[in-house]
């Protein structure tokens, strides 16, 4: 039984298998037709005949040309190991380097003038090309510096400039270089003068109570200039002014001299004064002054043909020997002969310092015609002369000095150091680089000027009442109270002192100086430029 029940367990029911096997064998064709489908499916993926395959190569060849061209140079060489060959293959291709030029922009300077291309600018030209500055014509506005040797103001508008451009005269600077203006002036330094014919009657009073003084018809156009009597006088000549005669001329072997002084004014409202140091212009008449004769003129007017130092005899030694310059051989001579040359320099300064404050508020009041007052400078050349007793006289102010050497070769040097310095003194000289007279970037403005270099009085602007307000005056300079154009104009002091070179101050006051000006006649903004240049001397004796 036992036997039995195992057969009949082993045995497979019939049914179940047929079925089992129906599902088996449907299962194998079922995955086989997937399969098939698979392969047919990859295959076309791959098939450049359909779109996909297409599509595949495409992209496969764009990565692929896009990996070599990223690959760093010769990584692909070393990489398959290449070896290439070291002949070049024919024909032989040759490469031809073209070198490009590029044409570095720099600042650009037109001429204003009668005669522009003229020799009496020559050496204006010449430095200016030395310190990169190229010239262009008046007919773009893209410029950075305008020299004007005849007044501009008349024929050119130039009341809307751009910040960064430069003129070399201000507006209304005939108050200080028209001859009437200047010697009716009523200075000490000033010899009497009298416009006609509107002060015949105050001259005639004058010579009444002076009977030995010896006078001068001077014309404002030209430089006729003659002593005459009063009876010789034209008293109905417009043009004309009577001027007081210095008759007791300081000599020099025998011959009476004017000096010409180089000077520079940067700035007005505040004011700021130099006077070229470097060398002074000294005129010699060619023919002694003794024994004096007023009819000739050789004798006591300086013309185009004077005498230069080096013909002079008790100076000639030191100018060509030892090469000292005009002014340092006239100081030379001067204590040769038991005198003291600083008494003359000393007065020179205070003559044009005194001069041009009187004249600045006119000056000044013509700036708010123009959108900017800070581009314009002024460089004129004062003349005057000496007298025995060492007292100086200021005769006039030229607008466009005589810049040419074509009469006396040796004054070349002169008038380029002059033209130099002064392009230094105002900002078109500079050691950077630069296509414009523009502001540079930030960083670089900073370099040039930062605020540090303006600070002044730590102590004080630290301490009560400056911590509280910026209403006493003595706060007015400290950090917290400056306003934009006070900032303004301290980095154009700063840099103007910084790059003064032969240059030296006289306004505002040296401290040696200061008991020459009444600091309470001066203006607001004269007395804050004046209080920040005594606090920088404080700290530093360059600035005193």
Request: charged share 25%; net charge neutral; glycine share 4%.
């Amino acid at each position: 039984m036992t036997d039995k029940r195992k057969e009949v367990t082993k045995k497979p029911d019939d049914r179940t298998s047929t079925e089992d096997g129906n599902k088996s064998r449907c299962s194998k064709s079922s995955a086989s037709v997937h399969n098939k489908r698979v392969e047919e499916e990859r295959a076309s993926f791959f098939d450049l005949r359909t779109t996909t395959g297409q599509i595949l190569f495409i992209t496969v060849t764009v990565a692929a040309v896009t990996l070599v061209q990223c690959l760093p140079k010769d990584a692909l060489k070393s990489v398959l190991n290449l070896q290439l060959p070291t002949q070049q293959c024919e024909p032989e291709v040759q490469f031809v380097e073209k070198k490009i030029v590029s044409h570095e922009t720099r600042p650009k300077y037109w001429v204003f003038g009668r005669n522009p291309t003229g020799g009496h600018l020559l050496h204006v030209h010449n430095v200016l090309q030395r310190i990169g500055v190229e010239q262009t014509g008046n007919d773009t506005t893209d410029w950075d510096l305008l020299w004007a040797h005849d007044y501009p103001f008349r024929k050119v508008n130039l009341q809307h400039m751009k910040r960064h451009q430069l003129v070399n005269h201000f507006p209304g600077s005939g108050y200080i270089t028209n001859k009437v203006d200047l010697s009716t002036t009523r200075l000490q330094y000033i010899p009497a003068a009298f416009k006609l014919p509107a002060e015949s009657t105050q001259f005639r009073e004058y010579a009444a109570a002076n009977p030995g003084k010896q006078f001068v018809q001077k014309n404002n156009q030209h430089r006729h200039i003659q002593i005459k009597g009063i009876d010789e006088i034209d008293f109905s000549s417009n043009d004309t002014f009577i001027q007081e005669f210095i008759d007791d001329p300081l000599l020099v072997d025998g011959y009476k001299f004017d000096i010409g002084v180089y000077t520079v004014i940067t700035s007005l409202d505040p004011l700021r004064v130099y006077i070229y140091k470097g060398d002074i212009l000294f005129r010699y008449c060619p023919v002694p002054y003794y024994p004096f004769n007023a009819s000739d003129v050789d004798k006591y007017i300086v013309g185009d043909d004077y005498l230069p130092t080096w013909e002079v005899p008790s100076l000639s030694q030191y100018y060509t020997k030892y090469g000292f310059g005009m002014k340092d051989s006239f100081d030379a001579y001067i204590r040769s002969m038991g005198r003291e040359p600083s008494t003359i320099w000393e007065q020179v300064e205070d003559a044009i310092r005194l001069l041009i404050l009187k004249k600045e508020p006119l000056l000044a009041g013509l700036l708010s015609r123009y959108a900017n007052k800070r581009n314009f400078f002024e460089m004129m050349r004062f003349d005057l002369v000496v007298d025995n007793q060492l007292k100086v006289y200021l005769m006039e102010a030229n607008m466009s000095p005589n810049l040419s050497s074509a009469h006396f070769k040796p004054n070349r040097l002169l008038y380029e150091q002059v033209i130099y310095h002064l392009f230094q003194l105002v900002g078109v000289g500079s050691s950077i680089r630069r296509n414009s007279l523009r502001k540079q970037q930030p960083d670089t403005e900073a370099m040039l000027t930062s605020f540090k270099n303006l600070a002044t009085a730590a102590n004080q602007c630290a301490e009560p009442p400056c911590t509280e307000s910026c209403a006493p005056v003595e706060c007015q300079l400290c950090s917290t109270c400056l306003e934009e154009t006070d900032l303004d104009d301290l980095k154009r002091a700063y840099r103007e002192h910084m790059s003064r070179g032969d240059m030296k101050r006289i306004f505002p006051v040296p401290k040696s100086d200061l008991h020459r000006v009444s600091y309470e006649s001066l203006s607001a903004k004269n007395q804050f430029m004046s209080r920040w240049f005594e606090e920088k001397c404080k700290i530093d004796q360059s600035y005193c």
